[in-house]
């Protein structure tokens, strides 16, 4: 029994209290004194990153309009290359629907400088459309196709410079 009332001495109580204590306080202390010291950090990351969402929208929707406008930009352009596409279908029917001239060819059909014709009959079925400055079928069709891929190149380029001059100048897709 003594053993037991021995060891209920103060001295052990207090050894005891101070063993368990002591680190308990130091570890409340440490963890109080880092919440002192981030508060401030905390409060200057909280204001940064409201700011930062702020920004974010306001990029947002600047990114927003501007493709938007791209976008109405690409469907106006389209529908002029539409139009321009089909203008030139329209005139390439009609320059089909014609049979070319040579320019330089002389319009009268006695030519001094030829002579007198000896040509048999067939032959001068053939020749009187080259007498008369007509273009052979194939030579007209050869022609019109030229002109008619000439016209879509040059719509090409015309609708590329129009996107170049537009987007070269960021502030005029905004000021439609």
Same mark, same amino acid.
């Given at each position: 029994?003594?053993?037991?009332?021995?060891?209920? !001495?103060?001295?052990?109580?207090?050894?005891?209290?101070?063993?368990?204590?002591?680190?308990?306080?130091?570890?409340?202390?440490?963890?109080?004194?880092?919440?002192? *010291?981030?508060?401030?950090?905390?409060?200057?990351?909280?204001?940064? !990153?409201?700011?930062?969402?702020?920004?974010?929208?306001?990029? $947002?929707?600047?990114?927003?309009?501007?493709?938007?406008?791209?976008? +109405?930009?690409?469907?106006?352009?389209?529908?002029? +290359? /539409?139009?321009?596409?089909?203008?030139?279908?329209?005139?390439?029917?009609?320059?089909?629907?014609?049979?070319?001239? #040579?320019?330089?060819? $002389?319009?009268?059909? %006695?030519?001094?400088?030829?002579?007198?014709? $000896?040509? !048999? /009959? %067939?032959?001068?079925?053939? #020749?009187?459309?080259?007498?008369? *400055?007509?273009?052979?079928?194939?030579?007209?069709?050869?022609?019109?196709?030229?002109?008619? &891929?000439?016209?879509?190149?040059?719509? /090409?380029?015309? %609708?590329?410079? &129009?996107?170049?001059?537009?987007?070269?100048?960021?502030?005029?897709?905004?000021?439609?």
């Amino acid at each position: 029994m003594t053993t037991i009332l021995a060891w209920f !001495n103060p001295e052990r109580w207090i050894i005891l209290a101070l063993i368990v204590l002591l680190p308990a306080g130091y570890f409340s202390w440490r963890s109080h004194e880092r919440g002192i *010291g981030a508060a401030p950090y905390i409060e200057a990351i909280k204001k940064q !990153n409201e700011e930062a969402a702020k920004l974010l929208k306001v990029k $947002t929707d600047e990114a927003n309009a501007a493709t938007q406008a791209l976008k +109405d930009f690409h469907i106006a352009q389209e529908k002029t +290359d /539409a139009i321009n596409d089909q203008a030139i279908s329209i005139l390439a029917d009609k320059l089909h629907a014609t049979r070319l001239r #040579d320019p330089g060819a $002389t319009r009268c059909s %006695s030519n001094p400088a030829q002579g007198p014709n $000896t040509a !048999n /009959a %067939s032959s001068s079925a053939a #020749d009187g459309a080259q007498d008369s *400055g007509l273009l052979s079928e194939r030579a007209s069709d050869f022609l019109r196709a030229q002109a008619f &891929q000439a016209d879509r190149i040059n719509l /090409a380029y015309i %609708s590329c410079r &129009q996107s170049l001059q537009k987007l070269s100048d960021p502030e005029s897709l905004f000021i439609n």
